[in-house]
């Protein structure tokens, strides 16, 4: 049985998280090597100190909500910056991978991905990728993959027959 209560490392989404980030607050990890995976991430908090100044300046930031979702992230409209975008090879790496194009003509998975796709806020949209990961693990292994086929996890690979294995 396993302990709900446990984050996961928001750097490699993969062990339980031990430490938080003095800086963010909201992102937890499990090592020094996540650790300074997220610090080279933000350019050491650089760049997430001058989201911050600029978002303290814009009043179209001001009027939003912070995000409060149940899940491990806890983030402000400052923060959004540190999430990357996709790639255009990254995007092509998911259109050549059998595993990724089986799975989304599952309904019930296209059905949570569109669901998740026609939030409107970017904040509302983290937070229920945050609570799917969470309470279904198939949704959770499905992320697992796709951010292992685009190559932003470093600790996991995928074998040929689509499982999820630890690099060695």
């Known amino acids: ?3 709900n209560n446990k984050i996961n490392c928001s750097i490699c989404f993969v062990n339980t ?3 938080n980030c003095p800086k963010c607050k909201n992102i937890k990890y499990c090592s020094i090597e996540c650790s300074n995976k997220h610090k080279e991430q933000t350019n ?3 760049n997430i100190s001058q989201n911050n100044i600029e978002s303290n300046n814009s009043i179209e930031n001001s009027n939003k909500p912070r995000y409060s979702g ?3 992230i806890n983030i402000s409209n400052a923060n959004l910056a540190y999430f990357k975008q996709v790639t255009e090879e990254q995007l092509k790496k998911l259109d050549d991978s059998k595993y990724i194009q089986s ?3 599952h309904k019930k998975l296209k059905e949570l991905i569109l669901e998740v796709d026609n939030k409107t806020l970017d904040y509302d949209r983290i937070d229920l990728l945050e ?3 969470k309470n279904i693990p198939e949704f959770n292994e499905f992320i697992l993959k796709v951010l292992t086929t685009i190559g932003t996890l470093d600790n ?3 074998d040929n027959n689509g ?3 630890p690099k060695q």
Do not use: E, F, V
């Open 1 to 3: 049985m396993t302990n």
């Open 17 to 19: 998280s031990k430490y």
């Open 44 to 46: 050491d908090h650089k």
């Open 70 to 72: 149940s899940g491990n």
């Open 103 to 105: 799975c989304i003509t």
């Open 131 to 133: 609570q799917y990961r």
């Open 156 to 158: 996991l690979s995928i």
């Open 163 to 165: 499982n999820l294995i």
